[in-house]
């Protein structure tokens, strides 16, 4: 038998995303079929990096000239000491989720940002000055509440999670790094907080609730959460509608799926790599119906 390596070319450039345990991630199929459609000279590989190995794979992509990496839980504020130079936002949030090897400089970019600024980007006159709720302290909550105090300039956040230290260490944080001082937390208990909800002009969920195979879970399953004069965006994207945004949706309010937060980070690091812009519809339509076929 004849190995045909046709197909493996000299100048290939290596890309790929960093996790552990690397779970199943859409990156691959998003920049792989981009570069196909682009007819760029690249490849997108998943790695599997545990901690005590991360220091080794960032040696690693200026030893093979890789051109640069998506980082992943639990690598993205760990990988920050690793860098040559880190961009403003992913400096304030402390978290990296895209490394670009510029000549064997290492600079570190959050292009979660971007994805949170362009979902709702239609509703920046209604968030200007709104009171906010953001369900979740992790890494997806700190794209999102440094967005909304940046880009959209909201008057008040309040951040609700399951662990309560962990939204009061991130409410400590933003004071310090961004000096927004109107930050109020609470335990994820949902019959106490019907009131903070409803009075919400924007309701994000940033916890892995509701993620496939979970579908039946919600951050709130109270209907009087949700009211029409709200916008409910849910980070989750797989399933695309969550059990969180029909709910709110039987409410009457306008619903933001994670899809487009998908599409668009990986775009803005896929230009970063490459110089060129990701086909964000054929991506999107590709992704739909991977997401929906599982
Ligand atoms: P993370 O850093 O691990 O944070 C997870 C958050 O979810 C924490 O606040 C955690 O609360 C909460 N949580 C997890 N399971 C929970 C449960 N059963 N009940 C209550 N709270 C729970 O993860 P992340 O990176 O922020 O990601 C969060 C979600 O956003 C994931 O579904 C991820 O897929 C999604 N995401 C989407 C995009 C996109 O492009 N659309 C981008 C980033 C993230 P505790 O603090 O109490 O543990």
Redesign the pocket.
């Known amino acids: 038998m004849q190995f045909n390596n046709n197909h493996i070319k000299n100048n290939l450039n290596l890309l790929g995303i960093i996790g552990h345990p690397i779970k199943h991630s859409y990156s691959p199929l998003m920049h792989n079929l981009s570069f196909e459609i682009n007819n760029l000279e690249y490849i997108y590989l998943p790695f599997d990096v545990p901690i005590s190995e991360l220091k080794n794979a960032i040696k690693g992509v200026t030893a093979l000239g890789m051109t640069g990496l998506n980082v ?2 639990p690598h ?1 504020e760990r990988i920050l000491p690793f860098l040559h130079d880190v961009s403003e936002e992913a400096s304030v949030i402390g978290a990296v ?1 895209t490394i670009h090897n510029d000549n064997g400089t290492l600079r570190g970019y959050n292009t ?1 940002v971007h ?1 949170v600024s362009v979902s709702l980007e239609k509703y920046k006159e209604r968030l200007s000055d709104a009171e906010v709720t953001v ?9 999102v509440l440094y967005s909304l105090i940046r880009n959209f300039r909201v008057r008040r956040i309040n951040i609700v ?3 309560i230290e ?2 009061e260490s991130l409410k400590e944080y933003f004071n310090a790094k961004m000096h927004f001082e109107k930050i109020k937390t609470y335990e ?1 208990t949902p019959p106490d907080l019907i009131e903070i909800f409803s009075r919400s002009t924007l309701i994000v ?7 496939s195979p ?1 579908i039946d ?1 919600s ?1 709130t399953e109270i209907p009087e959460s949700f009211n029409e004069n709200q916008i409910v965006f849910d ?4 399933p695309i509608g969550t059990k969180f945004l029909s709910l709110a949706q039987s409410r009457g309010a306008e619903t933001v799926n ?9 775009a803005k690091s896929f230009e970063i790599w490459t110089g060129t812009e990701m086909p964000k519809e054929q991506i999107l339509s590709a992704l739909k119906s991977s997401i929906e076929q599982e």
């Not at 369900?135 to 700190?142: K, Q």
């Not at 980070?235 to 797989?238: E, I, M, P």
């Open positions: 992943t839980v993205k989720n979660d994805g369900i979740g302290a992790g890494g997806g909550a700190r794209s999670n399951r662990t962990k939204a994820l969920n940033a916890t892995a609730i509701g993620m979970d879970d951050p980070l989750v994207y797989n994670g899809l487009t937060m998908l599409v668009e980070q990986g």
